[in-house]
């Protein structure tokens, strides 16, 4: 089945500092969801984008989806101890989750 | 609705013997998924049901793995014999239509 890549890994950051993540697909995605799982926690849904360069922003996250609908972003402004977690990028119908970036905020 | 509800939450065990993990998907979701995370091999898809029927086992490592679901509301993963190897947390989801999906707490599992 398809695969999403997710870069990078890791992301360390200082509090206050903006971070992104970046998702990409060698197939067009119908849609893409992204997820974040707290440390010890489960993933947990964050939201799902499906037309070709729609931009949806929840408070300081900002998530792209690519015109070619082969890529997506999650942007976080100004981050905050409580963003800390492995934010995970996934395409539909189990077509596999990506691996995951894990940011770590520095307070 | 409770969610996705796993049993149990944690599971120690000797290698070689049997473990048998739980699920109960959201009412209503025709998908049901089982995933395997490590910090080696990050999250994987084992196996995934539609409608209680099995559609992509391809994830499933080997034998030793089988998962089952007799009705809309019960899965269940199998592993027999256990290996320490299969050390882990074993995260069921549910969906109502393959896109997005609920994960349970997950069943953290040790094998001695």
């Known amino acids: 089945g398809q695969q999403v890549m997710q870069i990078p890994q890791y992301q360390h950051v200082q509090e206050g500092e903006d971070f992104t993540t970046y998702c990409n697909s060698s197939t067009t995605l119908s849609n893409i969801q992204w997820y974040k799982q707290r440390p010890g926690g489960h993933p947990v849904f964050l939201i799902q984008?499906?037309?070709?360069?729609e931009v949806k922003k929840q408070k300081r996250l900002t998530f792209q989806f690519g015109e070619a609908k082969k890529n997506s972003s999650l942007h976080i402004t100004a981050t905050q101890t409580t963003d800390v977690g492995t934010y995970f990028c996934?395409?539909?119908?189990?077509?596999?989750f990506g691996a995951g970036t894990r940011l770590t905020v520095k307070p | 609705d409770a969610g996705v509800i796993q049993s149990p939450r944690h599971e120690v065990t000797e290698m070689g013997q049997e473990v048998t993990l739980r699920c109960k998907p959201i009412s209503g979701h025709d998908y049901l998924f089982w995933y395997r995370q490590t910090m080696m091999r990050g999250l994987e898809l084992l196996i995934y049901f539609n409608n209680n029927v099995p559609i992509d086992d391809s994830g499933m490592p080997e034998d030793r793995f089988s998962a089952k679901m007799p009705n809309a509301s019960f899965s269940t993963l199998k592993i027999q014999p256990s290996e320490p190897r299969d050390s882990a947390v074993y995260f069921c989801a549910s969906s109502l239509d393959g896109g997005t999906q609920y994960f349970g707490p997950g069943t953290r599992l040790t094998v001695l």
């Open positions: 984008l499906v037309k070709s360069g």
């Open positions: 996934a395409g539909p119908h189990a077509r596999g």
